[in-house]
T-cell receptor, first 117, second 117 residues
Framework: GAVVSQHPSRVICKSGTSVKIECRSL??????MFWYRQFPKQSLMLMAT?????????EQGVEKDKFLINHASLTLSTLTVTSAHPEDSSFYIC?????????????FGNGTRLTVT | AQKITQTQPGMFVQEKEAVTLDCTYDTSDPSYGLFWYKQPSSGEMIFLIY??????QNATEGRYSLNFQKARKSANLVISASQLGDSAMYFCAMREYPSGSARQLTFGSGTQLTVLP
């Protein structure tokens, strides 16, 4: 079964509004979670690394004031897309390693398809 | 420079036949891991198989196997006895350690596999 839960799976919002996406590790503690963005038919691009109890680390070119990340507990990270615009429409997917071993795969949520009108 | 290269945007295979999906990578780290994921049209990311840089043998998991050629820096995925349900996007990914940040994965551009009846 799923080990990472992501909600909502789909969201449509109006331009200028904010959208919050939740990512939960279900049966393990995740001090680190990763947020990826994927455009249609393209690869997953890492946006930011969410760290429990500290600030997120953003990849180059990702606006931290636009994509707010909060990792308030060992099982929950949230991504808030603030003042969304149509160009923010995309597939956002979170992930976490179940174990901190070099061969531990990332377990992914089912993703959130965001459409900004 | 691209760290992970998947040169086949699309591949077709007849049901019950084997197919090889190519992946080459670029790293100066002696320690790294290679992962393959399957992404059906629903968007979920399904972990398939892992190969460590120091593994002496090619990884196998059921119908999936890796043709790991370290000197060539390639880690091709072989799917045997293709099934209609194998139709999906396939991503090759790499984790570099210890120099890589956290435990993120860097993904290739993906290969869309279509299994024909």
């Amino acid at each position: 079964g799923a080990v990472v839960s992501q909600h909502p799976s789909r969201v449509i919002c109006k331009s200028g509004t904010s959208v919050k996406i939740e990512c939960r590790s279900l049966d393990f503690q995740a001090t680190t979670m990763f947020w990826y963005r994927q455009f249609p038919k393209q690869s997953l691009m890492l946006m930011a690394t969410s760290n429990e109890g500290s600030k997120a680390t953003y990849e180059q070119g990702v606006e931290k004031d636009k994509f707010l990340i909060n990792h308030a507990s060992l099982t929950l990270s949230t991504l808030t897309v603030t003042s969304a615009h149509p160009e923010d429409s995309s597939f956002y997917i979170c992930s976490a390693p179940r174990q901190y071993a070099h061969n531990s795969p990332l377990h992914f949520g089912n993703g959130t398809r965001l459409t900004v009108t | 420079a691209q760290k992970i290269t998947q040169t086949q945007p699309g591949m077709f295979v007849q049901e019950k036949e084997a197919v090889t999906l190519d992946c080459t990578y670029d790293t100066s780290d002696p320690s790294y891991g290679l992962f393959w994921y399957k992404q059906p049209s629903s968007g979920e990311m399904i972990f398939l198989i892992y190969q460590g840089s120091y593994d002496q043998q090619n990884a196998t998991e059921g119908r999936y196997s890796l043709n790991f050629q370290k000197a060539r820096k390639s880690a091709n995925l072989v799917i045997s006895a293709s099934q209609l349900g194998d139709s999906a996007m396939y991503f090759c990914a790499m984790r570099e350690y210890p120099s890589g940040s956290a435990r993120q994965l860097t993904f290739g551009s993906g290969t869309q596999l279509t299994v024909l009846p």
